[in-house]
């Protein structure tokens, strides 16, 4: 019998009780490219029963609720907004146990004066972070303003005008917020920016637990008892179990194939992949999302939100 990734038998292997394979469509997959999902998404784009579909992290939870994909690798603040019940799948995370070193907080003043936070636009778990340690460690509750990191554009807040002149010295903000391989391949001039944050490692500080931004996640209702979507789904959530087993086993492999084309030094790309981020969703992880939560909804920043974690 042919196997799909990993070892894992794909959903054309099944045959029906007549002997013919019932074909179903691919199943729809939103994920990311950043270098830090490679470990969990390397090898997918083989797999016959998938369909991957790419996009930055703040759209996947969306494209989710309106159903355009199936399974997403999505930020956890998009499921606690999500305009539908959404179901964590426990494949697959991007974490850290400390510092993550693409997240991080620039600013040209200290932290406890920071007035007005500038966010990259590309995650909305960071942007609650961010918001959760400026509060909880130097008591300050800045403004937060969207921040177009590529094309350095401080986007207004209340207004039609395209940038902020008062907001944004030359192409920089006073104070913002990067996450991403942009950290390390299009920072900001560090002399600028005497002052930075890494989030991952203040939330441990903070909390002394991992954190997660992002895990596989799908529509509660799909895997519902009795769903006619949920054995395909369940099947899925174990394909992507293995192969992010598979993808952990192999990171040298993964370091010397993508870091040159990501334009990461190899060495950083090493030692990101293997001591700073975390992929496996254990019972301290999951422990950690329920925190960052109720950290965020004590706030007043986020809804409150029911942790629902896949069941086999």
Not at 196 to 203: A, I, K, R, S, V
Not at 225 to 239: D, K, Q, V, Y
Request: aromatic share 6%; hydrophobic share 40%.
């Amino acid at each position: 019998m042919h196997s799909g990734l990993g070892g894992v038998p794909t959903l054309g292997d099944m045959t029906t009780p007549s002997g013919q394979s019932p074909n179903p469509a691919p199943t729809n997959l939103g994920y990311v490219k950043y270098f830090n999902t490679l470990p969990l998404v390397e090898g997918l784009s083989t797999c016959a029963d998938l369909s991957l579909h790419a996009a930055v992290p703040a759209k996947l939870g969306d494209m989710l609720a309106r159903g355009e994909v199936d399974i997403a690798l999505a930020s956890l603040v998009d499921m606690a907004r999500s305009s539908v019940p959404l179901t964590l799948i426990p494949a697959g995370m991007i974490g850290c146990d400390g510092p993550t070193l693409t997240v991080r907080i620039f600013s040209r003043v200290p932290m406890d004066r920071v007035r007005t936070l500038a966010c990259d636009t590309d995650s909305h778990t960071s942007v609650i972070l961010a918001q959760v340690i400026l509060a909880r460690v130097f008591q300050v509750r800045p403004t937060v303003r969207d921040f177009d990191a590529r094309e350095r554009v401080l986007m207004p807040a209340q207004s039609n005008v395209k940038t902020d002149p008062h907001s944004v010295e030359g192409d920089w903000p006073e104070t913002m917020l990067l996450i991403g391989d942009k950290v390390v391949t299009d920072s900001p001039p560090a002399v600028r920016y005497p002052y930075q944050l890494d989030l991952g490692e203040e939330w441990k500080k903070l909390t002394d637990l991992p954190f997660v931004y992002a895990m596989w996640m799908c529509r509660s209702a799909d895997v519902a008892a009795g769903s006619p979507m949920r054995e395909r789904l369940l099947s899925i959530a174990s394909l992507l179990d293995r192969q992010r087993r598979r993808n952990t086993a192999r990171l040298d492999w993964i370091v010397q194939s993508y870091a040159h084309d990501r334009r990461w030094p190899e060495d950083l790309a090493e030692r990101y992949v293997r001591q700073y981020l975390r992929y496996e969703p254990d019972t301290r992880a999951i422990g950690a999302v329920q925190r960052f939560l109720g950290e965020a909804a004590g706030l007043g920043i986020l809804p409150d939100a029911k942790v629902d974690l896949l069941k086999a």
